[in-house]
């Protein structure tokens, strides 16, 4: 297994608390994608199926057209993407050339199907993001 998808979702908030096992069958389940400058690689309001970890490049995140933040390595976006079939909220534009990992929601959910130690700590980890206070 590659290190490189490993390290990335270890920053991954949603898979705090996965043991270095878990995180490798996760990566496993990841392909590694190339966006070239200007591809939009997801597009608000636009079906989501996949969830993607930055390697190297940067992105632009705009919402009804207006930017919003900029996103590079380390950074990831389409998390919900794995657990419903939710509309995109922002549209993601590679800047320069765009090099993630990602998975999509048809290799996700057998995973953590397969996998009660992944799911459970995936429960206890959102169930804590609701606990957080408001911002």
């Not at 996998?115 to 408001?134: F, G, N």
């Amino acid at each position: 297994m590659a290190e490189q998808p490993i390290q990335l979702l270890e920053h991954v908030p949603i898979f705090h608390g996965l043991d270095r096992r878990e995180l490798e069958r996760i990566a496993s389940s990841m392909k590694q994608r190339t966006f070239h400058a200007g591809d939009t690689v997801t597009a608000e309001g636009q079906g989501g199926v996949g969830f993607f970890v930055i390697e190297s490049g940067e992105a632009r995140v705009t919402i009804g057209g207006k930017d919003r933040r900029r996103l590079g390595p380390g950074d990831y976006f389409g998390e919900v993407a794995l657990l419903t079939d939710s509309p995109r909220t922002a549209t993601i534009t590679a800047e320069t050339d765009l090099r993630c990992y990602g998975m999509t929601s048809w290799d996700f959910k057998p995973l953590v199907e397969s996998h009660s130690s992944i799911a459970w700590k995936l429960l206890q980890t959102m169930a804590k993001k609701y606990q957080e206070p408001a911002a």
